[in-house]
């Protein structure tokens, strides 16, 4: 793991005061808006502690795959049984332990004990897809009781993940919706902790959807997930899984839809994707948001970077007069700004109004 | 007397369940059939269970039976109650440790499923011959005749040997009982407590050597007192009868089972009486008990404490009326007066019998299982009948060369009309015996019947058919033979309609199962002829189901046990059908609620979903419509005769019928028989794009089976072509306009896939399709997709088997792409589909095949080389191919040598004899025969042309009558041969080569001999089912190592290479398959002895093995087997070793973790599975620093 680039730490910490960066979400305090966000960081449970240390708000578990919760068995229970009782000195291949603590066993116990060893809030993610007689011959209690049980191991809250790509032509986008608000009451029925929805940005009416979910009890959404994006190998004719990790270019997303959703919902907006410094959570939260998540820039610079950003973050708000993060979220939201046609079409045509030709094109 | 649990295991449970309660120290070591028995003692300590103590029993394996032994002699020698579990060869190895155990007069118990001895032939199966062989040892040996007495003769022999101070062999029929699954009543901790006594527990330990008394043992005796030291134990063994009955009293006193020294059963006036021991006197007792019904006085005398013999006892339990004797032995003392029992019974009935001495005949039957059964037994009494009747006489064979055989009437029967007796025929891979296993315990469990499994497989890894026999009833079973009439038979394989007569043992008004893809209304026409008739002949009823449409609808895959069970409950109507199904579904929970819900709700919507897709045909208006077939002809004309009259009738399942005659008498077989063996069990298999293909080979050379071939020729051998035959311009410079061909056979593939995986042409339109694509062939089961597949592809095979074969003189054998136009001589072995071991074997015999001479290790390469019906190792259309031959598991480096050595001194003698003869045969013809380069294919066909003329010479030397020359040129016409270039291959697997063959093959490294071992380094006893061996790595799960390996891999290579002047590769063919090729032709070269230590991917690893290439090029990418070559030969011109591969660039666990041995781990022990895992990485790191130093050396 790379550690933070050292001009970071050593930034004099003149300008820092006790800027109060308290925020709720989902109905949970949080010392910080910087939220750690899925990924195999938070597999470590000394990773979890770590994170707490360096000032994160709330760690969001790294996803439990409805894949996974059934592919494992099913794995396990092929090879173990492969080759078995079919020559007879080989009755079988493996021993045959008394017990196995399959990944959602494991998880559960994850989040049992990053629960007791941390203060700061967990986060259970569910990633899914199936509802029941939806996507064919997958039940959804196989995973969706999975809610119960993570709550049951002290998760504080779920994110809830719905995975799909709508591949086949026959599939209405109604459809698609109606399965995203289903599968969230039948969680919210099973679980009373507070829930989030994180949401692809690909939906033709993303406010409507939004207003649904909320309606159908969720207390947040994450805007947006990050789709592992398969590439193609060319010289060996192959499609290659590929997930790249993240940029401040890509904040611009859902910066524009939390500005325009805030303030329209009865939900906390969370920010993901895009967050890598002071200035981007800063953004995040003026849009509207009540968190901002993390997940590449750990990734690249470490955890420690959290200390970095959340530091920035106090010395940019005490630079500009600020007494709490409260004061300023949604500051430049759709509905706070003077121009709100700016997150609409209009902006469209201011940017390439002025667009000049980069250097490349001279 | 309180009620016991009743419980359903096998006699190596039974055994194991006690042995592991009453001892502190189990050593142990994987062999045919006792391994379960040391796997159950390793996962019970692995879960921390107790013995009686309180304290969880160490398990240790060892290197060897040999080293076992020795491990629990000093375990015992120091105090600790010890134990081991073996069999056959094993016990072999043990025996020197066991004389001083037996002289020392130390307490312990073997338990031993017993098993053949190799002789002409290797046999995994049952008889007593192992454990005959044991009895000078001075042990005292129990033996236990069904599943029961294993549970309970456990406990009285280590009751007795503790009182007794004298050792006990406890042994039972392996197979036949150390596998039979029996319903029996369970002793309980409080049972073994009241057995045990705990003062001679603390004699015993008190008896160890400690430095607080110290005392010597084992010391070197003289003439003057060595003989009176042997004779002063005699006391003990004097008592040791004695012992023994009080402990089976005590047993009776709290079970209510009374067993008795020498038990007898039948008529208590009976006049003909037979004496045997093991799992065959309980189907004497039910003859027994039938005869005596009709009035017959006869009766049997049960052998339970062997040794020490109480004649005293026996002769009292026979009843005075007896006239006539007959013992059978279960196995056979070539050359004696007669087997030990017939021996024994004759000395005590000499000594201590006062009436007249009653007629007495010994017999053998039952050897490596042989089934005996109750018209064999009663074939033995109607021979005790007869005024001369014949002595040392041997049931249950036809002996038309000695005659020995006694005739049997096959129609007597004695089962008994209340039990009820099954029959599944299942594939190995549909899960049909682990469901019947679930069955028995279901039956077991929840009914109050008695009930009772037995499996019978083939000797087959891929595509294996079994035989599950059951029996429930309420009257105790000792049916220790097969079903012949069974009240319901069940097909899980509709295609096995074509090749067993499975109705030939149903019972008239039995039931039929049948999993058919054709419903109830379209079954009956698809019916093979024969079977149709017997159904309505023998009123049977019949039912349908298609298993696998309700196995993949229900996520089940290939599996459709849980679906035949669940017709066979409901059909049988053994329990309410709702309580049967409620108990399946239990029994799916306990089997496999550990992997996980998922697994155990398919299986739950299997079960669901089966009776609504269950029928019964109504055969009340159905006629024969397929007349009954002539019997098939068993093999072509055109193959050899032995084949025909032999091999044919085994591949039938018709060997039993095969009279002494048919046999060969030393054991030596013909080869190239695999090929009269069409197994057809592939659902698709490769078809070939020949646009697509750049003729790489790379198919070729990874095909385990070798039914995927290639040859370059002339175009005009295609004029008479079948039309379908495919071919391509061949793409080799040397031979512009020639064709290419690559050719599948369809009936000996296996449908791995191996072969699409390694070729490396896509198709630049669909990037799926490849120059090889894997398709479906029509199958039996009519679900294929192209109707004419597997005809075309098989008139193109024998097409394509005529073509000639390329010149080996014109190829660069160096290169993959031409090596792979070389005729293997290896071919449709019966290896599991992917085999990873097998492709080496084949490059072997391509490269040297010709003139090879195989010594192999018994495991898995001497299962599939040598197993009959067939063996796989081929010859060439000249007669010529690899002569191979298996001696045992621990000493096949010894035997290689022995081949080295005969032909080192061969070669030597027949140089002298050219010497000597060189003036009749010419100077020039000895100085080129003496001097001849064959380093190439060319010098050594050159040389054979020599040897050919010197035959010629010699021969007519010998006409020559006056010749003085005479009796020097029959002897150099007897060696000539040896002259032409000879390849020695030491062949084996890790268990061997790292374990229990080490210090042999250390020795043979160390001779400077030129051998060529490989090692096929599975990373564990992949035969014996996975056991852990010292190649096994760290961190990965093998039974006996449950908890995963705590220990590195044994670097073998590094070891050999210390020496010096040992060739050392090692290689992954998945990796670079070029490099491979390297290895084998520089270890041939090198003048010395070599070793290549070959990556072989199994089925024990746990994967999918068509990805098997790709697990090999990341064990390589992650620096877990570095690629390398030592060459001492080439020391003086630069660098003897050679890294062949690069540095590490990826992490262990995107290697290890596709894997279910290493992930295992990680599901059952997480944080060890971290710890081993960083110290694997660990492993890996020093390793590849070690290599790249050795790499870096610079020659002085």
């Known amino acids: 793991m790379r550690i933070a680039p050292a001009h970071f730490l050593l930034r004099s910490p003149a300008k820092q005061t006790m800027t109060d960066l308290t925020t709720t979400y989902l109905g949970l305090t949080l010392k910080s808006p910087l939220v750690a966000s899925p990924s195999p960081l938070c597999k470590s ?8 240390d360096a000032g994160v708000g709330a760690v969001v578990l790294h996803s439990l795959f409805e894949e996974q919760i059934n592919h494992e068995s099913h794995s396990l229970d092929y090879y173990l049984s492969r080759g078995s009782e079919s020559f007879a000195e080989a009755l079988n291949y493996f021993p045959e332990p008394n017990a196995y603590r399959l990944s959602p066993h494991q998880y559960l116990e994850h989040i049992r004990k990053a629960t007791e060893m941390v203060d700061i809030p967990i986060i259970a993610s569910l990633n899914g897809v199936s509802s029941g007689g939806w996507v064919q011959r997958a039940s959804h209690s196989d995973w969706i009781k999975y809610a119960a049980l993570m709550e049951e191991a002290g998760a504080d809250a779920l994110e809830l993940n719905l995975y799909f790509v709508p591949a086949d032509s026959d599939i209405l986008s ?54 592992y994006q398969p590439d193609l190998d060319i010289e060996n004719l192959e499609v290659v899984p590929h997930l790249h990790l993240s940029t401040s270019d890509e904040l611009r997303l859902p910066l524009r839809w939390i500005a325009i959703l805030y303030g329209r919902l009865n939900a906390d907006l969370a920010l993901s994707t895009g967050v890598h410094t002071a200035q981007d959570a800063l953004k995040g939260l003026m849009a509207g948001a009540s968190v901002t998540m993390m997940t590449s820039a750990l990734l690249q610079h470490g955890i420690d970077y959290v200390r970095v950003v959340t530091e920035e973050m106090r010395a940019w708000l005490a630079e500009h007069d600020y007494e709490s993060v409260g004061q300023l979220q ?8 003077p121009f709100p046609a700016a997150f609409e079409r209009a902006q469209y045509v201011k940017i390439v109004g002025t667009l000049e030709p980069g250097p490349e094109r001279r | 007397m309180i009620e016991r649990e009743r419980i359903t295991v096998d006699g190596n449970e039974a055994a194991a369940s006690v042995a592991f309660r009453l001892n502190e120290v189990i050593a142990i070591y994987p062999i045919t059939p006792s391994s379960a028995m040391g796997e159950w003692a390793d996962q019970w300590a692995t879960e921390h269970k107790k013995n009686l103590w309180g304290t969880t029993p160490l398990v240790v394996e060892m290197q060897s039976e040999g080293g076992a032994a020795g491990a629990v002699h000093g375990a015992l020698t120091s105090g600790a109650l010890t134990t081991t579990f073996t069999a056959s060869q094993g016990l072999l190895l043990m025996m020197p440790n066991m004389f001083k155990i037996a002289g020392e007069l130390t307490a312990t118990v073997f338990h031993v499923a017993a098993r053949t001895l190799a002789t002409h032939a290797l046999s995994i199966f049952g008889d007593h011959s192992d454990v005959m062989t044991a009895r000078a040892t001075g042990w005292a040996m129990l033996c236990a005749n069904s599943v029961q007495e294993v549970h309970d003769f456990a406990l009285i022999a280590t009751a007795a040997t503790l009182e007794a101070r004298v050792p006990f062999i406890h042994f039972f029929d392996g197979f036949r009982t150390s596998h039979e699954v029996m319903k029996i009543e369970a002793l309980s901790d409080d049972d073994l407590r009241a057995m045990i006594d705990e003062a001679l527990v603390r004699e015993h330990r008190a008896r160890g050597l400690t430095p607080e008394h110290p005392v010597l043992r084992g010391s070197a005796q003289n003439p003057d007192v060595f003989f009176q030291g042997r004779e002063a134990a005699n006391p003990y063994y004097h008592v040791c009868p004695a012992i023994v009955q009080n402990a089976m009293d005590k047993l009776a006193d709290l079970t209510g089972r009374q067993y008795r020294l020498f038990d007898y059963v039948g008529a208590p006036d009976a006049e003909r009486v037979i004496v045997m021991m093991g799992s065959g006197a309980e189907t004497a007792e039910e003859t027994v008990a039938a005869l005596t019904a009709q009035g017959e ?9 062997y040794r020490p013999f109480s004649a005293k006892h026996f002769v009292s339990a026979l009843p005075a009326s007896t006239r006539a004797l007959a013992v059978l032995d279960r196995c056979k003392e070539p050359g004696a007066l007669g087997e030990p029992l017939y021996q024994d019974v004759l000395a005590a009935l000499m000594e201590n019998w006062t009436a007249a001495m009653p007629k007495v005949i010994g017999g053998r039957y039952g050897l490596s299982s042989k089934e005996f059964t109750p018209a064999m037994a009663k074939a033995v009494f109607d021979e005790l009948k007869h005024d001369q009747p014949k002595n040392h006489f041997t049931v249950g064979i036809v002996d038309d060369v000695s005659h020995t055989s006694l005739a049997v009437d096959t129609t007597f029967n004695t089962e008994d009309p209340q039990t009820v007796r099954c029959i599944f025929y299942g594939l190995g891979a549909d899960g049909t015996v682990g469901a019947n296993k679930n069955s028995i315990k279901i039956i077991g469990e929840e009914t109050d019947f008695h009930a009772q499994g037995y499996f019978v497989y083939d000797s087959k890894k891929s595509g294996s058919t079994t035989t599950s026999y059951l029996r429930f009833g309420p009257k105790p079973i000792h049916s220790t033979y097969l079903i012949s009439q069974a009240n319901f038979v069940a097909c899980h394989q509709f295609n096995f309609l074509n090749k067993f007569d499975m109705l030939k043992n149903a019972a008239p008004g039995a039931v039929f199962l049948l999993n058919s893809p054709y419903g109830p209304e379209k079954v009956w026409e698809k019916l093979p002829p024969g079977v149709q008739a017997q159904i309505l002949e023998k009123s049977i009823r019949l039912f349908v189901i298609d298993g696998y449409k309700v196995a993949q609808a229900t996520g089940m895959g290939g599996r459709i046990n849980t679906i035949m069970q669940t017709c066979f409950f409901a059909i ?21 609620g550990k992997r996980g819900e998922a697994v155990v709700r398919k299986n739950f919507e299997a079960v669901d979903q089966t009776l609504a897709h269950l029928y019964e045909v109504s055969t009340a208006d159905l006629k024969v419509t397929q007349p009954r077939a002539k019997p098939a002809t068993l093999a072509p004309a055109e193959a050899p005769e032995f084949v025909q009259n032999v091999t044919a009738k085994m591949l039938a399942g018709l060997g039993d019928e095969l009279p002494v005659s048919a046999m060969p008498v030393d054991g030596t077989f013909p080869t190239g028989t695999t090929q009269w063996e069409k197994r057809n069990i592939a659902l698709e298999v490769p078809v070939w794009d020949p646009n697509l293909c750049i003729q790489c080979g790379k198919c070729v050379f990874v095909c385990p089976h070798a039914v995927i071939r290639e040859k370059i020729y002339e175009p005009q051998h295609l004029d008479s072509a079948p039309s379908a035959f495919k071919s391509a311009p061949a793409k080799w410079k040397e031979f ?75 190829l660069n054998v160096s290169s993959v792409k031409d090596s792979q136009l070389l005729q293997p001589l290896f071919e449709f072995s019966g290896a599991c589909a992917g085999c990873g071991e097998t492709p080496y074997l084949k490059l072997l015999t391509q490269l040297f095949g010709e003139r090879a001479i195989i010594a192999n290790a018994t495991g898995c390469s001497s299962i599939y080389g040598g197993n009959l019906p067939t063996t796989p190792w081929a010859k060439n259309a000249a007669g010529r191919g690899p002569a191979w031959a298996n001696s045992l598991f621990e000493d096949n480096a010894e035997f290689g040598l022995g081949f080295r050595l005969t032909l080192d001194k061969q070669i030597e003698y027949a140089h002298e004899l050219l010497h000597r003869l060189a003036g009749v045969l010419g100077e020039s013809l000895v100085t080129a ?12 066909l050159e040389q054979r042309t020599r040897v050919q003329t010197l035959k010629n010479a010699l021969n007519e030397i010998l006409l020559r009558a006056e010749s003085e020359y005479q009796a020097e040129a029959r002897n150099l016409l007897s060696l000539a041969d040896v002259l032409i270039k000879r390849s020695v291959w030491i062949v084996g ?48 799960v093998a039974k006996f190592a449950a908890a995963g390996k705590g220990q590195a891999k044994k670097d073998l290579g590094m070891l050999a290479m210390a020496y010096g002047s040992v060739y050392v590769a090692r290689v992954a063919m998945g990796a670079n398959d070029a490099q491979t090729i390297k290895a084998f032709l520089e270890a041939e070269a090198y003048e010395g002895p070599s070793l290549i230590l070959a990556y072989s991917h199994c089925i024990a690893h746990g994967y999918d093995l068509r990805y098997g290439l790709d697990q090999q090029k990341k064990a390589v990418q992650t620096g877990y087997w570095p690629l390398y070559r030592y060459n001492p030969a080439v020391a003086a011109e630069g660098h003897s070793f050679t890294l062949d591969s690069k540095a590490p660039s990826m992490p262990l666990r995107e290697y290890i973790y596709n894997e279910t041995r290493y992930k295992m781990l990680t599901q059952t022990d997480e944080a060890r599975a971290e710890q081993l895992y960083k110290e694997a990485q660990a492993d890996v790191q020093r390793r590849w620093k070690q290599y790249e130093e050795l790499a870096a050396v610079k020659p002085h």
């Open chain 1, 45 to 52: 449970l000394s990773n979890i502690r770590h994170m707490e």
């Open chain 1, 174 to 227: 109604e459809t698609v919706e109606d399965m995203y608000a289903d599968l969230l009451i039948d969680v919210r029925n099973t679980v009373s902790i507070p829930i989030a929805m994180k949401l692809t940005p690909f939906f033709s009416s993303l406010p409507n959807l939004a207003r649904r979910l909320v309606f159908a009890g969720a207390k947040g959404l994450v805007l947006f997930n990050r789709f």
């Open chain 1, 330 to 337: 949604g500051s430049l939201s759709q509905q706070a700004v």
């Open chain 2, 297 to 305: 006085k006869i009766g049997l005398l049960k052998v339970r404490l």
């Open chain 2, 572 to 592: 049988s109507g053994i329990l309410p059908r709702a309580a049967a199904i409620e108990a399946i579904k239990h029994a799916i929970e306990k089997t496999y």
């Open chain 2, 736 to 810: 512009e306009g020639w064709r290419y061909t690559l050719q599948i056979s369809p009936d000996d593939c296996t449908g791995c896939s191996l072969c699409v995986e390694a070729c490396p042409a896509k198709n630049k339109s669909q990037a799926r399709l490849k120059a090889i694509n894997m398709t479906p062939l029509q199958s039996e089961n009519g679900n294929g997709a192209s109707p004419n597949l597997r005809q075309i592809e098989n008139e193109n095979w024998q097409f394509f088997q005529k073509l000639p074969e390329v010149d080996r003189r014109a």
């Open chain 2, 929 to 940: 025969l003496l001097s001849a380069d064959q380093t190439h294919e060319a010098g050594i």
């Open chain 2, 989 to 1036: 697997g890790d268990g061997w080569a790292y374990d229990i063959g080490y210090g042999g093959l250390d020795h043979v490294l160390a001779s400077g001999r030129n051998v060529n071992v490989l090692v096929l380094d599975t990373e564990v006893y992949s035969n014996t089912g996975g056991q852990a061996s010292k190649a096994t790595p760290r961190g990965a």
